[in-house]
């Protein structure tokens, strides 16, 4: 489970404290806000899964090994560019993704905002619990809650997770996206594909869409070397390359 | 929903947000901590709902008009005398009671205890969270929230509640209930069947088993008339009854 940026210490002690009730042991913060973060922690039976939790500067980081990242959030003032998922059909496609061996994490945003356009982009979807429209936004705390009782409580996943390595159609892992989402951009920029000033959205459309695309492990591996090869080609034949013979 | 005795103002604020979030719109709170409860109440953005929450001095008032109540906790520490309802089975059995026109409540006690085992002498069934044997507790205000969830998100109920009087085979409102218990006890000591040290617990024991029994509104309404008419003919033959004709 990700927090990314939490204002409030007591929510986190309410996210550790809900995460124990339902049995999961692995917590990430993204940036924390320090004098938060250390509140939290040093609070009196702050959980250990609180002290053991991994800090991470960004999102990208954290999820890197996650072949499934759900973001959670209202969808008020936005149109997702994610696949939505209601919370009640989220358990099966959790299990699916841990039954081939996937690993699966499940972002919350901070209390005051959720979690940001840029955020979104490394989701492969946007969990959305369904709420009162006239009262939609859940406390960080209670919607943790509802999440975990949904995943856990609800649909019991098998209990030791699988040790093989990944079969061939499981996902590939969200470091690897960005891998391959870094050299397609390198190949755009050496195609002269993308202007300047495009770059930036660019580069946000690709991480969406590579996640909309659900690459498998497999995937990811022959697209990546069919990019490497085009970018080698490309600046092999560029004059400005350098790397001209 | 009814909050027995919470102590804590933003654990208060909290459950109102989740009804809020939920759409659910009566709120009763029984035998408040008054110093509490002002401070909830005059909160920064206190909900209307908790404005407008009914106050009862005790829990008996509270579900008097109820047909089924159902309370919440945790079961590490005690065996309980009602039925236990796995919280994802509850949602079927509320539809079923609201479908024949009855009235359902959903108790929490407050965040030390819990409920007492008076306050479960109200309940027909107690609803069980499932959650981790190492830490069972859960936070007051996530607990309203899955609870919650699971019978509104999960479940959606029929919009409008139905106008009808309660058919013949609805359950008998928990007053009812109270009124048939006090009218059996005043038979048991009428017919010297329970001795005064006894009375409190058998008060108990009838209370528990009335409500396991699920009695309809017409079976409550015989047993009701059968134990008043025993009632009557002791007193008629008991020479210290001063009804002696």
């Known amino acids: 489970m990700v927090l990314v940026s939490p204002r409030n210490p007591l929510n986190i002690g309410a996210a550790a404290r809900a995460m124990a ?19 939290a922690r040093s609070a009196v039976g702050a959980p250990e ?22 973001g959670t959030g209202t969808l008020t003032h936005r149109k997702p560019e994610q696949p939505v998922v209601p919370l009640p059909a989220l358990a ?11 690993r699966v994490a499940l ?5 005051k905002h959720g979690l940001t356009r840029e955020d979104l982009s490394h989701c492969h979807i946007l969990v959305e619990i369904p709420t009162d429209p006239r009262q939609p936004s859940m406390n960080l705390g209670q919607a943790v809650a509802v999440c975990l009782y949904e995943l856990t409580a609800r649909s019991p996943q098998p209990e030791a997770p699988r040790q093989e390595p990944p079969t061939s159609d499981a996902a590939a892992p969200s470091a690897r996206l960005d891998l391959l989402a870094g050299v397609i951009e390198e190949v755009m920029r050496a195609a002269a594909y993308s202007p300047h000033s ?14 909309r695309l659900a690459l498998s492990a497999q995937d990811t591996r022959r697209i990546l ?6 970018l080698w080609r490309l600046n092999r034949l560029s004059p400005g390359s350098g790397v001209s013979t």
Chains 1, 2 share one sequence.
């Open 21 to 39: 009730n339902f049995g999961l042991p692995h917590l990430h913060i993204v940036a924390p806000f320090a004098p938060t973060w250390r509140e």
């Open 49 to 70: 899964l609180l002290l053991n939790a991994v800090e991470s500067p960004n999102l990208a980081e954290a999820v890197a090994g996650c072949t499934l990242v759900a």
């Open 92 to 102: 099966s496609l959790v299990a699916q993704e841990l039954s081939r061996g996937g």
């Open 107 to 111: 972002v919350f945003g901070s209390e």
């Open 198 to 211: 495009m770059q930036a959205a660019n580069r946000h459309d690709l991480r969406v869409m590579l996640r």
């Open 225 to 230: 070397g069919l990019f490497r090869r085009i």
